[in-house]
């Protein structure tokens, strides 16, 4: 994992593991001291996909995306997730973050997650008609609006701290990011 400490693997590693050992307690009633309530979630993508490109392969299969992510509550306040891509032969920390909800009008969340200002990247990809934010074709060459600002730096996730409160209708979100 280029750009990734042997401590950041070492934790990633543990995360799996234990998010593998969380997996058939999901139809069972989670049993901790403290603990309300487990989650653990999955979503693997699969992509087929040709090109006359050359220097490109005529066609190739693809596991873009496989994810394994693990919520827990506590409290009714305390509120955990964590979240793994394994995707692209490469695997990376999408989402790690920690939430206290005091009350509907002030939570805090801490850790990495989708910056909360970003355009581009507050749709989850599960959740677009078309799985691809890049116009560019595989082999192609040239900025794309995506990713021209993940080059940046200005895309995606980010480590950060944020404020969210609901007022009636209105929702509020201050944050603090790297």
């Given amino acids: 994992m280029p750009g990734t400490s042997r401590s950041g693997r070492s934790v990633l ?3 799996i593991l234990a998010g593998l050992a969380a997996a058939p307690a999901q139809a069972q009633k989670v049993v ?3 603990v309300d309530s487990v989650r653990v979630r999955g979503n693997v993508q699969a992509q087929f996909n040709t090109t006359s490109a ?4 005529d066609s190739e299969w693809l596991l873009r ?3 394994l992510a693990i919520g827990a509550s506590s409290g009714g306040w305390l509120h955990a997730f964590v979240e ?3 995707g692209r032969g490469d695997a990376r920390l999408t989402d790690g973050y920690v939430t206290l909800q005091f009350d509907p009008r002030l939570a805090i969340r801490a850790g990495q997650f989708k910056v909360p200002f970003d355009e581009l990247e507050l749709v989850s990809s599960r ?3 078309v799985i691809e934010r890049d116009p560019l074709p595989r082999g192609g060459t040239g900025f794309s609006p995506n990713g021209l600002l993940d080059d940046l730096g200005y895309n995606a996730r980010d480590i950060g701290l944020d404020w969210n409160g609901r007022f009636g209708r209105v929702r509020t979100t201050v944050g603090l990011f790297n």
Wanted: aromatic share 6%; charged share 30%; net charge negative.
């Fill in 65 to 67: 995306r496989a994810r």
């Fill in 54 to 57: 050359d220097g490109e392969p």
């Fill in 13 to 15: 590693s543990a995360l």
């Fill in 84 to 86: 793994g891509d394994f």
């Fill in 32 to 34: 901790a001291s403290g």
């Fill in 127 to 129: 959740e677009l008609p």
